[in-house]
């Protein structure tokens, strides 16, 4: 509260309340992004490619880092706050010198309008390869951080255990690098 009794403002007047949320996740699409987190040699060629494992309405299963853009905030700013909240701080992630995504993906609620679902809402996410170089300890619901040599990660038995179509993603991530096997 300020001195003259009156509430202080929000400190993040991007976020919506749980009820604002759903109301608005009935309404529009939300604007996400996401990251491949990779792992690089000296040439900047692909060595391994992290993935999270999360528990999601009882059943665990491979994600990427993802997250919500907030109003106000740069595409630069939610990647880079996205992928320290499920990285941790001392992943030290480097983000791509451009905003240009790799990938636009289009989650909806209901199957057949796109290779991507998301039973929440409808959701336009703009996705990056983005490279990692310190250590990564996974936080917020993450349980854990898997690399995987990328012929691994893109292999139909790990894809086929990502979220909502992410393998498709994480595909044409592997791709857009040159090391989709």
């Known amino acids: 509260m300020s001195s003259v009794g009156t509430p202080d403002p929000d400190p993040n007047p991007g976020w919506l309340s749980e009820d604002e949320l759903a109301e608005t996740r009935k309404r529009l699409p939300l604007l996400y992004v996401e990251a491949v987190p990779v792992?690089?040699?000296?040439?900047?060629?692909?060595?391994e490619v992290g993935m999270l494992l999360r528990a999601h309405d009882g059943e665990i299963t491979r994600t990427l880092v993802s997250g919500r853009v907030m109003y106000g905030e740069t595409l630069r700013d939610a990647l880079f706050r996205h992928l320290e909240k499920d990285l941790?701080?001392?992943a030290?992630?480097?983000?791509?010198?451009?905003?240009?995504p790799f990938s636009?993906?289009?989650?909806?609620?209901?199957?057949?309008?796109?290779?991507?679902?998301?039973?929440?809402?409808?959701a336009v996410s703009l996705a990056y390869v983005v490279p990692?170089?310190?250590?990564?300890?996974?936080?917020?619901?993450a349980l854990e951080i898997t690399w995987l040599r990328p012929a691994e990660a893109a292999s139909e038995s790990?894809?086929?255990?990502?979220?909502?179509?992410?393998g498709a993603l994480l595909r044409a991530a592997l791709a857009s690098v040159g090391v989709l096997p």
């Open 39 to 47: 792992r690089v040699d000296g040439l900047g060629r692909v060595t």
């Open 88 to 90: 941790g701080p001392m």
């Open 92 to 100: 030290f992630p480097l983000l791509p010198a451009s905003p240009v």
């Open 104 to 122: 636009v993906a289009e989650y909806f609620p209901w199957p057949g309008s796109s290779q991507f679902m998301d039973s929440r809402q409808h």
């Open 132 to 141: 990692v170089t310190g250590t990564c300890e996974p936080r917020q619901d």
């Open 158 to 166: 790990v894809t086929a255990d990502m979220e909502g179509g992410r």
